[in-house]
Every structure is written in structure tokens, then in C-alpha cells.
Antibody
Framework: EVQVVESGGGLVQSGGSLRLSCVAS????????MSWVRHIPGKGLEWLSA????????YHSDSVKGRFTISRDNSRNTVFLQLNNVRAGDTARYYC?????????????WGQGAQVTVSS | DVQMTQSPSILSASVGDRVTITCRAS??????LAWYRQKPGEAPELLIF???SLENGVPTRFSGSGSGTQFTLTITSLQPEDSATYYC????????FGQGTKVEI
């Protein structure tokens, strides 16, 4: 069974940093691209970052470019999202999402999410 | 950037109804569109990809259509578990979600 499990969320002060982790199982991790998407109640879903199977190519949305960094460790079946210089607007539930084999486009499995709350 | 606009924002319907949600792209995205359902307190789940392909395990009451800039998600015979927010997402040029359509039953 495919599973992705996020961790590392919590309360962080404005301007601070946090690293989210996502451990995957039930599929061959290094053959799938992975992404991070966040949900803000009342505002909907926002794609943040994506990373290729090998980790050589990364993409970030304009809203987080320069502040958030996606990376992966295929030896540990884990993808990370480093959040730096966080703002109140980054308060959200952060989801790790898997793309199907050979596709970096849509997301066929999602974790349950990690809550990040930014305090001032 | 590609902007995605869904309508309506909120939809009220009854069990057994046929409902349609529309998604419009700000530029041509061919058929590179997916639909998701997010039930309250849960993660999103994939319903449709490539505009009209049904994901494995998704009930056949869900269907998608469209290409270019206009797309629709149709739910025939609405069920209680369909009370959720539905999102379209383009993947032709990076990735963008619509603002969501809340379906109330």
C-alpha cells in the first residue's frame, strides 16, 4: 500500500525556520517525482515545490522561491521542504504528494499533512 | 502564470442530483488538467487526470471533459460522501489549482 507520512510541523516564530519531512513507502521511491502543496482554510490549495526522481531538478512557486527549498534522499525514501524566513501567510497544512510513474504533473497519493503555524 | 477559475464557488444540491463544476484556464492547457475531491479534515484525493481519465478506484459517477481552456467535472447521482470541496489543477505550465468549489448536500 502506498503511504506518504509528513512530519516536522509545529509552531514557529515569524522569520524563523522549519524543516518538513515526508517518508514514503509502498512504491519504488526513486522512480517518482514528489511535490509539496499547502492548504489554507478559506483560500484553497497552493502548489509550492516539486522535485524530479533523481533530485537533480527542482521547481518552486514564485510565492516561496528563495525562502523554501525542496530536496530528497532516495536512500531514505524521504523528501524534505526547508522553510526559511517564514511569514504569517505561511500558516497552513502542508501536504506531501506523489506523482505517477514517469509523470511530473498531477498527484495520485497524498499524505495527511503537517500543520505549520507562524506566530508573530 | 496560468490562472485557473472555478465556478460556482458554492453549490447546493440533493442526493441523487447531477452536478457540474466548471474550470477555466487563462491560457491553453490542452488536456493537462486534473480534478481532486477534498473532504473536510482529509487530504485531497485524485479523481480525474488528463481532463477525462478516471483514476483507478474512483466511482464511475465522476466524469471529466474539456480541452484548451474550458473543462467540466460532472457528478451523476450525488452521494452523501460527495459533500466536499473540489479543485481543478493544471499541469501544462508548472502547477496551479483553482480556488475550489464547495459542494453542500
Amino acid at each position: 500500500e502506498v503511504q506518504v507520512v509528513e512530519s516536522g510541523g509545529g509552531l514557529v516564530q515569524s522569520g524563523g525556520s522549519l524543516r518538513l519531512s515526508c517518508v514514503a513507502s509502498g512504491f519504488t521511491f526513486n522512480t517518482h517525482a514528489m511535490s509539496w502543496v499547502r492548504h489554507i482554510p478559506g483560500k484553497g490549495l497552493e502548489w509550492l515545490s516539486a522535485i524530479s526522481r533523481s533530485g537533480n531538478t527542482t521547481y518552486h512557486s514564485d510565492s516561496v522561491k528563495g525562502r523554501f527549498t525542496i530536496s530528497r534522499d532516495n536512500s531514505r525514501n524521504t523528501v524534505f521542504l526547508q522553510l526559511n524566513n517564514v511569514r504569517a501567510g505561511d500558516t497552513a497544512r502542508y501536504y506531501c504528494a506523489k506523482s505517477p510513474l514517469g509523470v511530473l504533473g498531477f498527484f495520485d497519493h497524498w499524505g495527511q499533512g503537517a500543520q505549520v503555524t507562524v506566530s508573530s | 502564470d496560468v490562472q485557473m477559475t472555478q465556478s460556482p464557488s458554492i453549490l447546493s444540491a440533493s442526493v441523487g442530483d447531477r452536478v457540474t463544476i466548471t474550470c477555466r484556464a487563462s491560457q491553453n492547457i490542452n488536456i493537462w488538467l486534473a480534478w481532486y475531491r477534498q473532504k473536510p479534515g482529509e487530504a485531497p484525493e485524485l479523481l480525474i487526470f488528463r481532463a477525462s481519465s478516471l483514476e483507478n478506484g474512483v466511482p464511475t459517477r465522476f466524469s471529466g471533459s474539456g480541452s484548451g481552456t474550458q473543462f467540466t467535472l460532472t457528478i451523476t447521482s450525488l452521494q452523501p460522501e460527495d459533500s466536499a470541496t473540489y479543485y481543478c489543477q493544471q499541469y501544462n505550465n508548472k502547477w496551479t489549482f483553482g480556488q475550489g468549489t464547495k459542494v453542500e448536500i
